[in-house]
């Protein structure tokens, strides 16, 4: 059973700076897909960035292009997401999602079906 763990939240003023970690354990299987999704208040859970096995590939939404990287280390299984010039609308709970990778996903990335593993979110809060 893959168990993926979060860490790296906090509280931060605009316009600093965090980096998230999403630690995997007990995975049997590759090659998979990871993706960060995030989670505020009274609304849904949004995709923000998501990377291929390999790392040759990431995907971001476009409220964060540009402000967030994400990048994976193998050798860890751990996947990271630098997150640059916060801003109050990035606070939410982030959650990290894993799945095998598949053509289709490259389709479906912002989806959470094709993530079968999540962990249980750390929070990010940016004050004004």
């Known amino acids: 059973q893959v168990q993926l763990e979060e860490s790296g939240g906090g509280m931060v003023q605009t316009g600093e700076s965090l980096r998230l970690s999403c630690a995997a354990s007990?995975?049997?299987?590759?090659?998979?897909?990871t993706a960060w999704f995030r989670q505020a208040p009274g609304k849904e859970r949004e995709f923000v960035s998501a990377i291929t096995w390999s790392g040759r590939n990431t995907y971001y939404a476009d409220s964060v292009k540009d402000r967030f990287t994400i990048s994976k280390d193998n050798a860890k299984d751990t996947v990271y997401l630098q997150m640059n010039i916060l801003k109050p609308d990035d606070t939410a709970i982030y959650y990290c999602g894993s799945g095998l990778q598949t053509s289709d996903w490259y389709s479906y990335y912002r989806r959470r079906d094709p993530y079968n593993y999540w962990g249980q979110g750390t929070q990010v809060t940016v004050s004004s």
């Open positions: 007990g995975r049997t299987f590759q090659p998979y897909v």
